[in-house]
């Protein structure tokens, strides 16, 4: 029996509801699968963009300790050479001190020696002034005493030739007789 078009238009419509339903369903479980999606693609970008900035953070931080070792080398290396230097001065100074100190000493030496040279040559000297003054000294009184024993041995001749000269003038005998004439009376 053919259906009749009421039937037909029932039919229609319900076939109609269930495409539109249908359709709605699937564009729905469509929504659902392109939001989950989107909330993956998120998520992975968000995994992602974390974890690059994590890798980047640890290279920062790997850079900064590696700068900071370097830093700390470099500060060791310049104090090492500060030190080096420093006491490469000392030694330095300390071998100029004793250098300066050897050659004031070497010098106090040779003043020393030269004025003991000096005293002992003025010494010498002075020796040599006293003995030959001593010697001038001897001379003169041996000069004087010779003077004085001419002068006395002179003065005794003039007195000598003087009694003579009177004697004879008196008389050979005057002197005697006049002696005689004393010790008589």
Do not use: F, L, P
């Amino acid at each position: 029996m053919k259906a009749s078009h009421a039937s037909e238009k029932r039919r229609k419509r319900a076939e109609t509801g269930r495409e539109k339903r249908r359709k709605r369903a699937e564009t729905g479980r469509e929504k659902r699968r392109k939001r989950a999606e989107t909330g993956r693609e998120k998520r992975r970008k968000r995994a992602e963009t974390g974890r690059e900035k994590r890798r980047k953070r640890a290279e920062t931080g790997r850079e900064k300790r590696r700068k900071r070792a370097e830093t700390g080398r470099e500060k060791r290396r310049k104090r090492a050479e500060t030190g080096r230097e420093k006491r490469r001065k000392r030694a330095e100074t300390g071998r100029e001190k004793r250098r300066k100190r050897a050659e004031t000493g070497r010098e106090k030496r040779r003043k020393r020696a030269e004025t003991g040279r000096e005293k002992r040559r003025k010494r010498a000297e002075t020796g040599r002034e006293k003995r030959r003054k001593r010697a001038e000294t001897g001379r003169e009184k041996r000069r004087k005493r010779a003077e004085t024993g001419r002068e006395k041995r002179r003065k005794r001749a003039e007195t000598g030739r003087e009694k003579r000269r009177k004697r004879a003038e008196t008389g050979t005998t005057g002197g005697h007789v006049r002696a005689e004439e004393n010790c008589a009376s």
